[in-house]
């Protein structure tokens, strides 16, 4: 049983519902090897839940995550190191791997490992008071799995400034540079998570996946492009959905998530 993480079904309107995952390791949630297998296996288990139409991965109110857990760094030998990269680092890329949609909720600090974790959800939104930075520089580390998909994201010459500096990013400027997708106040950063994550709760899941897996399949998005498409042709909601569309125009499809 996970010590440091939940994951929690909400009740909806709907059969599909949204997921909840939850990271608790007070004060500040700091990630640790555990903490992050932790992560990595409940998101393992929505991506095979075809009842969970979407994900939402939260800390509390005061934090997201302040960052990685220096004291267990600090102890471990390179060997150690070595043997452990590529489990961590595959792990800082789960969120990536689900097949729904997943939105950060992000209160406070996301610094590290923590920011990591969030750069693979398809949505982050964030308090107006929070600070986000990969810091690990100033432990003479970088970044494990959080590098690539930064510059990805907000360029290769910004990515480059937050993880030489180890500089913190306050909730305006990273709108700005877009790694963050939504500011709110910090007491609406988990009710404006849940609303964006249920507008899903009824949609089409088998084409949301495919567009996922296109936009995450990077260089070989054509290729993958194509092979999603032709597929959607054999499920349940392009037929539905196509026939709806016909006849009644877009948005009054009843989609089954098959």
């Excluded at 054509?222 to 054999?234: D, K, T, V, Y």
């Amino acid at each position: 049983m996970a010590e440091y993480v939940t994951l929690d079904r909400l009740d909806g309107d709907t059969a599909r519902r949204v997921a909840v995952l939850r990271i608790s390791r007070p004060p500040l949630n700091l990630m640790n090897s555990q903490v992050l297998l932790e992560v990595a296996e409940a998101a393992a288990v929505v991506a095979t839940d075809q009842e969970i139409a979407a994900l939402v991965v939260y800390g509390d109110e005061r934090v997201f995550c302040a960052g990685d857990d220096m004291a267990e760094l600090s102890a471990l030998s390179a060997q150690q190191a070595s043997g452990m990269a590529a489990d961590l680092q595959d792990a800082l890329e789960c969120l990536a791997r689900v097949p729904q949609p997943t939105v950060a909720a992000i209160s406070g600090y996301a610094l590290g490992a923590g920011l990591e974790l969030a750069l693979g959800a398809d949505r982050r939104i964030v308090g107006d008071n929070v600070k986000l930075g990969l810091p690990q520089i100033h432990a003479g580390l970088i970044p494990l799995g959080g590098i690539r998909r930064l510059a990805a994201l907000i360029g290769p010459g910004a990515a480059k400034d937050l993880v030489y500096t180890g500089r913190f990013m306050a909730a305006d400027d990273a709108l700005t540079y877009g790694l963050v997708d939504e500011v709110v106040a910090p007491d609406d950063v988990y009710t404006a998570a849940l609303s964006w994550a249920r507008r899903f709760a009824d949609g089409p899941a088998r084409a949301l996946a495919a567009a996922k897996a296109v936009f995450e399949a990077g260089p070989h998005g054509g290729e993958r492009a194509r092979a999603e498409w032709s597929n959607l042709f054999g499920t349940e909601d392009r037929l539905i959905g196509t026939r709806s569309y016909v006849a009644d125009g877009p948005g009054s499809a009843q989609f089954v998530g098959r």
